[in-house]
């Protein structure tokens, strides 16, 4: 059973792979994409199409299914796929006096992280002298990439990042998949280093506000932590605002005293988490770094 329905309700959705306590669907019923890219979430009673993003009521949708039958789920169509990662040297293989590495130590970038998210190094081509960092789906899913310079001195013209080509930052939140997998609550930052300086809690906006679709990924948390620089507080409250308007999950506002997430050590990051935490959340959480 997944709450009040049954793997033969879903299954009337067409090929599905059970993933925990959500179930993958092949082909979305809304736009025909078959990579499984439809999501059902029966606890929740909704499903969310990461490709479209059709957004459906599970009782409604199970409804037209049974009606219409096995004419529902359309025939699967060929979409484009991301720019492939261009070919770099991943970070745990980097020499030490490589350029990528010397950034790294430079920046205090988590190596760790770095790994699990599958970051290198491009010593050639279009992406020279960048770090990449790749972009996942919820399902840990490769969808596209960004690159940052690494060189101290950024001559005229060059970006400091550039996102590939089809690469859309609104869909996604940077080390998503990471959290999600652990635990269900997350802390809110603006960019990759940041998330970087706390890894097993941080996703990462890629900017200063939030779209739809993150949103959307948001709600799979129930607790979420905002945390933005220090000088950007009425930001970070009217942010909590949107969150709070849109969901219904809890949000509270982390302050800085100074400077951003990145610039700030963990542990005292972790410290104004603590202090920021709602009545009965750290034993919700379950967190030892929270409680320790």
């Keep these: 059973m997944f709450g009040k329905y049954t793997i033969e309700d879903i299954a009337v959705l067409g090929e599905y792979r059970v993933q925990g306590k959500e179930v993958a669907v092949r082909v979305c019923p809304e736009c025909g994409d078959g990579r499984y890219k439809f999501w059902v979430d029966p606890s929740k009673g909704v499903g969310y199409c990461y ?116 690469t859309k930052k609104s869909q996604f939140l940077w080390n998503f998949h990471q959290v999600f997998a652990q635990q269900r609550w997350c802390v809110l930052v603006e960019g990759i280093f940041d998330a970087l300086r706390i890894p097993d809690w941080g996703v990462a906006m890629l900017g200063k506000t939030t779209s739809a679709q993150q949103r959307a990924l948001l709600e799979y948390f129930d607790y979420i932590f905002v945390m933005l620089d220090a000088d950007a507080t009425e930001d970070a409250k009217l942010l909590a605002r949107t969150l709070v308007s849109n969901a219904v999950f809890r949000v509270a506002v982390v302050q800085l005293e100074e400077g951003d997430p990145d610039s700030n050590d963990p542990k005292h990051l972790a410290a104004l988490l603590r202090a920021a935490s709602p009545a009965g959340f750290e034993e919700t959480a379950g967190s030892e770094v929270l409680c320790g």
Aim: hydrophobic share 35%; with cysteine; proline share 11%.
């Design 51 to 166: 490709h479209c993003h059709y957004s459906p009521r599970l009782e409604q949708l199970l409804g037209a299914a049974r009606l219409s039958g096995i004419g529902l789920v359309p025939t699967v169509k060929k979409a484009p796929g991301p720019t492939p990662v261009p070919v770099m040297v991943p970070a745990e293989e980097l020499p030490s006096d490589s350029l990528g590495w010397e950034f790294i130590v430079r920046r205090r970038l988590d190596v760790d992280a770095l790994i699990q998210n599958r970051v290198g190094y491009c010593p050639t081509g279009r992406y020279r002298y960048r770090l990449i960092f790749p972009f996942y789906s919820r399902a840990g899913e490769y969808r596209g990439f960004q690159g940052r310079w690494v060189l101290p001195h950024l001559p005229a013209g060059v970006p400091k990042w550039i996102t590939a080509s089809g």
